[in-house]
């Protein structure tokens, strides 16, 4: 299965209402898939974390596409959330966000899956590595070139 086979093809732009599709995702190393929501404190400590990773892999010219699965349960606290977030989202209550769940076993939140542009699980709960810095990234990418 290719990428978008796995993750769909329609996804909400960092502006919360512009449709998206795959060509966000062009020249990607890798792609996230972040599963969390408004009302989980150790998200809302996490997620700030996130984003200072994604914003220094972009300052050095990675590209590292998110796509948030929101856990909430209704629109308004999915909206005040993503708003923050310097990334791409499913659209809430999107039927692939439970999927994906249930696909990688997401058994809590915060919870972050590492997958190549093929699709393939590169890292599971890489929400643990992420505070260790960018460097980490480097190492997903390796586990991908050794392959």
């Known amino acids: 299965m290719s990428l978008f086979e796995i993750i769909g093809d329609s996804f909400l732009a960092t502006d919360g209402t512009?449709?998206?599709?795959?060509?966000?995702?062009?020249?990607?190393?890798?792609?996230?898939?972040?599963?969390?929501?408004?009302?989980?404190?150790?998200?809302?400590?996490?997620?700030?974390?996130?984003?200072?990773?994604?914003?220094?892999?972009?300052?050095?010219?990675?590209?590292?596409?998110i796509v948030f699965g929101s856990s909430d349960s209704d629109q308004q606290s999915f909206q005040d959330y993503f708003k923050d977030m310097p990334w791409f989202a499913f659209k809430f209550k999107d039927e692939k966000i439970e999927e994906l769940k249930k696909k990688y076993g997401v058994s809590g939140i915060p919870w972050l899956v590492v997958l190549d542009k093929e699709g393939n699980l590169v890292l599971n709960e890489a929400d643990e590595e992420v505070p260790q810095g960018t460097p980490v990234f480097n190492e997903w990418v390796q586990k991908v070139t050794v392959k």
């Open 18 to 65: 512009t449709v998206i599709g795959p060509e966000a995702f062009n020249d990607a190393e890798l792609v996230g898939l972040y599963f969390s929501a408004h009302w989980c404190p150790p998200c809302r400590n996490f997620t700030p974390q996130l984003a200072s990773f994604h914003e220094e892999l972009t300052k050095q010219g990675r590209k590292f596409p």
